[in-house]
Nanobody, 115 residues
Framework: QVQLVESGGGLVQPGGSLRLSCSAS????????VGWFRQAPGKEREFVAG????????NYQASVKGRFFISRDNAKNTIFLQMNSLKLEDTAVYYC????????WGQGTQVTVSS
């Protein structure tokens, strides 16, 4: 099994930045891919960004490309999501995920973009 713990959410004004972190533990040697989804009130959970466990491959949802950047720290088994130029529509609960044979999820962290 894999355990994921997110941190770094909060309240930010439009145009501001936040960095989310996701710390992975457990059977991390079996992880193929990690990344982030988000879920806004009344909407379905949607993919935001993903990265291979090696860090060699990344992909992004079109609406965040060029504003959000996913990375990982191999030594700390931590995944980051740097979010810049935040917009009101980025408000959501952000969930970290890890793909092994199953998909594991973190508990989520709230990001609120508001003036």
């Amino acid at each position: 099994q894999v355990q994921l713990v997110e941190s770094g959410g909060g309240l930010v004004q439009p145009g501001g930045s936040l960095r989310l972190s996701c710390s992975a533990s457990g059977s991390i040697f079996r992880i193929n891919r990690v990344g982030w989804f988000r879920q806004a009130p009344g909407k379905e959970r949607e993919f935001v960004a993903g990265i291979s466990w090696s860090g060699a491959y990344t992909n992004y949802q079109a609406s965040v490309k060029g504003r959000f950047f996913i990375s990982r720290d191999n030594a700390k088994n931590t995944i980051f999501l740097q979010m810049n130029s935040l917009k009101l529509e980025d408000t959501a609960v952000y969930y970290c995920y890890a793909d092994v044979q199953n998909r594991y999820w973190g508990q989520g962290t709230q990001v609120t973009v508001s003036s």
